[in-house]
């Protein structure tokens, strides 16, 4: 296939490229491989689209993938309207649709599987890693390391990231590993501008940059008068009013920033935030002509979702207002999204998720605050994550500049100034290698590999290439600090610096062979690496891996009927958020069941197992019954009746059903010799594959 001309980089779909844009593409038409690092709204995008449109031109295949469920969806959505459902597939943990379309969007712990399992890939152009910056998520990075380490070299690699600092050191790895060229782009300006904004009732509506000045003079107003003065009847200091929600919406549609998103950080928050507006606004924010598309769309959905969308929900998206979180009944959630890409919803109050990758911008992004539990304790959002919200304000084409607004009380500034500083600098923080091979990834690397093989990719690592640059370092260092007569603190530091050097060579190595010895302690494998009946179990599972293998190497998992191993399977893959709580009621043989699992679930085994990998086995009895339910063929909204939450916990479930699904689909491969066994959970499949658990979300 010819190169393309000049006037051809230039334009894609009747849109003028960027320079950023025309780079990437023109070293993708050159065979490398390409990281992009650009803000978010400026046209990633495009690139990716573009390989797909390439590869399909010339009969080849590509590979999509994303961090995300949603964003997944949403590609799949988008490429099946261009390129006809015959040539798009999605396959996830959830759901396989056309596995074998020449475009496939999946999750990267799918393609990682494909990889390892050695499946053909002979026809593969290009992969698509979105938000390549998860690389160091601390539960899922490793996957996209490994999924970059096994790909055949043939393949190119199409990275892209809004939050990438440290492009030149990943580029090298990538280059090293790949053995090949690896293209850096980088584009630092935004298509939309953004202008930050502080606001409180003391200041108003405040410029970052002057907010400084107003937040002093309105803290001097309310310091109490002295003593002496107050008891004359002086004047006394003014008290000051927390900032609400509701004063925000105020200044945002008197200053007409609408439409906004407002981030908070709990479900509770977004639900109880978006019912306060509601029951605040007399009217809706929508003009007339808006207001009859609504009114159009939620009579369809009535329809379509049934009790889920209650007259209050109803009421409240019929006003424009609307709230979005990870536990949002699925088809709540997929029409409060398909709302807001209509231009429908004007203000809405979401958690993190709405920030990652999928493209839905707003004129406004509006914080609730800056610090969020982070899993031990309330911290100050990184870089990063400030920058994935805020780059959803401005919308290409409709915004000349997008707004960042941040609820803030004058008494909070001091403490929050300096974040606030490295945040609008934009400077995120590196990505480090979070590099630690799951159980299921040793045993399949030992069957396919050789000791000497499974180390030369160990080596390969992210975190071992960077160790290894760093101790070259420490050396260098070292070496200059003896040089001539040097201090007692000088031969101090030289010291450790050699130390730490001599601890980072091999220690993913190390790290490897621990486990692998502790598979062994474990009798999974023998002395010599020979698989034993443990690991022969192992290969097959991904999820909750050491508690899995031991329940079916227990035997307990053999004696249920289909619905009571998928309420087992349930309660092994999800938990309910904290304050909620299940009406349910134990038969005597179901507390015996769940006393044997407990034994096994707090075994040395498997708490060693989570020791080793810092990791953390989900159980939560009170869902056995739940996913017994569903088995047995009960509707969601009758299974809801029993749980009490003080927000929607219908997509945790639906997420803990389809993740239990999964599961059961890799005990059928565990089962594969054993035909009944097999041809049971493969109609448990069937069976539990129905209403909510197949929407495309």
Known sequence: MPAPTAEQLQTYRGLRLDPFQQQAIAALEAGRSVLVAAPTGTGKTIIADWIVDEALSIGREVIYTAPIKALSNQKFRDYTRLHGERRVGLVTGDLVIRRDAPCRVMTTEILRNMLLSREPLRDLRAVILDEIHFLDDRERGTVWEEVLIYLPKHVQIVGLSATLS??????????????????????????????????????????????????????????????????????????????????????????????????????????????????????????????????????????????????????????????????????????????????????????????????????????????????????????????????????????????????????????????????????????????GLSWNSIVNLLAHQDLDQIREIVDKSFLNWHLTRRAVEDVARAEELQEGDVSRRERREAKRLRRRAAQAEGRCWAEFEERARYLQAIGYLDEDFAFQAGANVLRHLQISEIFVSELVLSGLLEDLEPAELFGVLCAMTNELPRRVSVDVRFTPSQRRLIRAIQDIRYSDAVVDAEELTDTEYDWDPDLLPLGKAWAEGRPLQEILEVIHSETDVAGDLITGFRRAKDLVSQLRDVYAQIPDRRDMLDQLIRTVSRDEVEVVD
């Open 166 to 435: 440290n492009l030149d050191e990943f580029a090298g790895w990538l280059a090293h590993v790949r053995e090949t060229e690896v293209e850096v782009v980088q584009e630092t300006r935004r298509a939309v501008p953004l202008t930050y904004h502080c606001f409180s009732v003391d200041t108003g509506l405040v410029d970052l940059k002057t907010y400084d000045r107003k937040a002093r003079r309105a803290l001097e107003g309310q310091r109490p008068a002295p003593r002496d003065r107050r008891e004359r009847g002086g004047r006394r200091g003014r008290p000051a009013r927390k900032t609400g929600h509701l004063d925000v919406f105020r200044v945002m549609r008197d200053e007409g920033l609408l439409p906004y998103l407002y981030f908070v950080f709990s479900r509770r928050d977004t639900e109880s935030l978006a019912r306060s507006l509601g029951r605040f606004m007399r009217d809706g924010l929508l003009d007339p002509e808006r207001q009859a598309r609504m009114d159009a769309r939620l009579e369809r959905a009535a329809a379509e979702i049934g009790p889920a969308l209650d007259p209050e929900l109803r009421a409240l998206y019929a006003k424009g207002i609307a709230f979005h979180h990870a536990g949002l009944h699925v088809l709540l959630k997929a029409l409060v999204e398909e709302l807001y890409e209509e231009r429908l919803i004007d203000v809405l109050y979401c958690t993190s998720t709405f920030a990652l990758g999928i493209n839905m911008p707003a004129r406004s992004v509006v914080f609730d605050g800056l610090e969020k539990f982070d899993g031990k304790r309330v911290a100050p959002l990184t870089t990063r994550q400030f920058m994935q919200k805020a780059g959803r304000a401005g919308r290409r084409g409709m915004d000349r500049h997008g707004h960042v607004v941040i609820r803030m009380d004058v008494s909070e500034y001091r403490e929050l100034k300096p974040h606030l500083q490295r945040y609008t600098r934009g400077e995120p923080e590196p990505v480090r290698s979070s590099f």
